[in-house]
């Protein structure tokens, strides 16, 4: 078994990545088969002048992939699942097994700076047991930028109207007059955001990424440029009433799949009537930008349990509704908008952690 163990690590450490650039990001692509102890062990060089990656892993249905470590150029293990786990805060969704799993990195200002060589990561190819599982292939992108400035940078998003949504005037309207004002947030964070607008003529429910529609959700993911997030509308989020939007990852894979897009309802934006008013045109502008910073690799800096919170230093804990609301009411990532009778306040605000998060994933180049 020793011996076999070996063959099938070198066997997996000896397959070729193929090299290519596309809109400024250098990419390496290939097809990995998990080795004997149900992993991938990938090895990539690091360029000089290179500031961040950002790998996803998507294996066969119906397993899913985890991260398990990333290993600098000096052979200094800086990312560690039972570290991240024990820590109980969310920094990565590679740190959940997932059908389509991405880790960006680095994350935050504290993980450092890429340093040119040889830099590692193992994946965990997990089954529907919860257990390590050999002879599984998945499909592997990692995507490189060089942007040594992490205060000003470019996002791109297409705009994908499927169904009947794209021949609704008022959804039309609303979603233009929502898309110039999420281009002002992320100018507010450093960010232009450029938006083409698209359509799709499917009449099957939309469903969110990961769950359903992965078929479609792939196929739009495949006709967006690469590093160009696809935003769906949809008239609704199927199986989700009452949801707004979802995002496909925190961050979102840089390859075509069922997770690499993010959904809004129409619906369930404009009031359930398809009649937006301009406070509802507020809130879809600020869902937009909401879950493009999921897309790019933000979490929420508490979720609505109120025990479970983001990894950055300057969002600090909070524990109750009311505590939440008085710290993070006007925070973009907040995970509801806080509402009155008469009207919601606006949610415009990022620390400059979260900021930084942003503008060190690869969606910012």
Known sequence: MRHLWLLAMVAGCGQDWTESESSGLRLLDTTRTSNLNGQHRLA???LEGETAFLVTIDPEAPQRAVF????????QTVFDIDVVSEAQRRLTGGQFTLSTVSLNWPIREQDGALTAGQWRTDVGIIDAEDLFDA???????????????????????RVVFVGSVGEDEEVVRATEAAVAQWQGLYANFGLN???RFDTNASTEPVGAPGESSGELFELLSSESDVGEVTVVIAERIADNPGIQGFAGGVPGPILPSDRS?????????G?????????????????????VGHFIGLFHPVELTFDTWDALDDTPECDTQASCEAAYSRNLMYPVPVCSRTACTPQTEMTPAQRGVMHRSVWAN
Do not use: P, Y
Not at 135 to 143: C, E, K, W
Not at 263 to 269: C, H, K, P
Not at 274 to 291: C, G, K, N, Y
């Open 261 to 269: 897009v993010m959904v809004l309802s129409a619906i369930d934006n």
């Open 68 to 75: 398990l470590d990333v290993t600098d150029s000096d052979k």
């Open 271 to 291: 009031g359930g009537d398809l009649l937006f008013s301009e406070q509802e045109i507020v809130l879809l502008a600020e869902t937009m930008a909401h879950e």
């Open 135 to 157: 002879g599984v292939d998945s499909t592997i992108r990692v995507a490189f930028k060089q942007d040594s400035d992490f205060t000003a940078g470019d996002v791109r998003a």
């Open 44 to 46: 990539f060089d690091v």
């Open 193 to 195: 955001l450029t938006v």
